[in-house]
Nanobody
Framework: QLQLVESGGGLVQPGNSLKLSCAASGFTLDYYAIGWFRQAPGKEREGVSCISSSGGSTTYADSVKGRFTISRDSAKNSAYLQMNSLKPEDTAVYYC?????????????????WGQGTQVTVSS
């Protein structure tokens, strides 16, 4: 019953934009930090971005800094990842995940819940 469902992935050309959504059901996101992760074939899953439960702080991997923006909407019980200036190396399955925390983003993000992922492919 507790679910995180990602959407918005697809095939785009380099330089284009994509916005991913993460919708929660069965629980409220208000008490959780939310992270976006990605995993490309043959590579380890990596953290992309995190937003605190309050939305007051965010973190980004160096590889996406300046291009991606994480956000959340309490009214919609959802989180988003706006991805601009996409590069082929951004190709991966993107997952949202949440962890209950008191503040900020965890130093070690061990999620309580994971979504199933959405495929993002950046190619000409």
């Amino acid at each position: 019953q507790l679910q995180l469902v990602e959407s918005g992935g697809g095939l785009v050309q380099p330089g284009n934009s994509l916005k991913l959504s993460c919708a929660a059901s069965g629980f409220t996101l208000d008490y959780y930090a939310i992270g976006w992760f990605r995993q490309a074939p043959g590579k380890e899953r990596e953290g992309v971005s995190c937003i605190s439960s309050s939305g007051g702080s965010t973190t980004y991997a160096d590889s996406v800094k300046g291009r991606f923006t994480i956000s959340r909407d309490s009214a919609k019980n959802s989180a988003y990842l706006q991805m601009n200036s996409l590069k082929p190396e951004d190709t991966a399955v993107y997952y949202c995940a949440v962890k209950e925390v008191l503040r900020g983003c965890p130093r070690r993000f061990m999620p309580d819940y994971w979504g199933q992922g959405t495929q993002v492919t950046v190619s000409s």
